[in-house]
């Protein structure tokens, strides 16, 4: 049975809309090693009704989590007329949920493996060092236009699958102004900052291909005592950017939002109320949104819905009391 009784400030689960359900276990379960939590198929009229669909628009779904791990899980859906991809097209400072992180063992061997079987990588694995910290990365163009992450750290065994892979121990959205980001994950969602850079420079306008006197600006949310279930915002400064967070809407397909398991969705729906009060229309995207007692996928449980400043969706899932 799914439990409830989670870390409040690690997402639960990142929600990625497939086309094949079938595939997407093949890459997640079998290849990644992650396990399945719940498995449902056919319809959900809770999950539904929320997005505003039809009854029947979802036809299979599954939760998934690296053995060991309880958050920073995948949550799978397959619609009955799948829509296109958020990222489809889009450039790589565009604003959009982006990028899904894995951790792994043995980067050289993942990367060998993954490329054998027919994978695509965007380059060669990467090495980069911050704060003395040296990290080895590469990019590979995941199912449905999703970024996959692959990140190994020098010095620091990664919690992995026996197959040595790690989900998630975050996922990437790009983003306008990391600081009313920030604002919103603190004062509303109560995550803390576990890690703040900000990246500038000749070398990094090469890397990246910022315009002179470009910038990034990256900032980690999450519990600082438990790394999976992290939120990564990226803000490229001196960069014209198209916001695609409309586009990140069931059915379409790819990165479409985050859940947290939390105690009492009233105390942060009434913490969105003072932000909003004191940032004003800027606060937030949309209008919270209070779903009640649903029964989905969770099982019975009251769900809300959060929006960003940049439009990142957040669900907040509570089980209800008595």
């Not at 689960?13 to 090693?33: C, E, H, K, N, P």
């Not at 829509?83 to 894995?102: F, H, M, N, Q």
């Not at 959060?306 to 899932?317: E, I």
């Amino acid at each position: 049975m799914l439990s409830l009784n989670v870390n409040p400030r690690a997402f639960a689960y990142v929600l990625i809309s497939v086309t094949d359900m079938d595939q997407a276990l093949d890459l997640w379960a079998t290849r990644f090693g992650m396990e399945v939590v719940v498995r449902r198929r056919g319809d959900d009229h809770g999950l539904s009704r929320l997005w505003g669909l039809a009854d029947d628009d979802i036809v299979d779904q599954a939760l998934l989590v690296t053995p060991g791990r309880q958050q920073g899980g995948i949550h799978l859906v397959r619609f009955r007329q799948p829509g296109p991809a958020v990222r489809e097209g889009a450039a790589p400072t565009d604003l959009v949920p982006k990028s899904v992180d894995i951790a792994v063992h043995d980067i050289q061997s993942r990367f060998a493996e993954l490329e054998a079987a027919g994978f695509k990588f965007r380059s060669k694995i990467g090495r980069f060092e911050t704060d003395g910290i040296v990290v080895h990365e590469v990019h590979m163009n995941g199912p449905e236009s999703v970024n996959i992450v692959f990140l190994e750290m020098e010095g620091k065994p990664e919690h992995v699958s026996i197959r040595g892979y790690g989900v998630a121990p975050q996922v990437i959205a790009t983003t306008p102004d990391n600081l009313g980001e920030k604002a919103f994950f603190e004062s509303v969602l109560d995550l803390d900052e576990t890690s703040y850079h900000r990246f500038s420079g000749p070398e990094v306008e090469r890397t990246i291909g910022l315009p002179p006197g470009g910038a990034l600006d990256v900032r980690i949310f999450g519990d600082s005592d438990y790394d999976y279930g992290r939120l990564e915002i990226v803000q490229y400064e001196g960069v014209k950017s198209n916001n695609l967070y409309s586009r990140a809407q069931p059915p379409a397909r790819g990165f479409l939002s985050v859940s947290f398991f939390v105690k009492d969705i009233g105390e942060a729906l009434d913490r969105a109320a003072s932000l909003q009060q004191s940032r004003g229309i800027d606060a937030m995207r949309a209008p919270t949104r209070d779903h009640g007692v649903v029964e989905t996928i969770f099982g019975r449980v009251r769900m809300a819905t959060l929006t960003s400043p940049a439009g990142l969706v957040v669900l907040l899932v509570e089980q209800p009391r008595g």
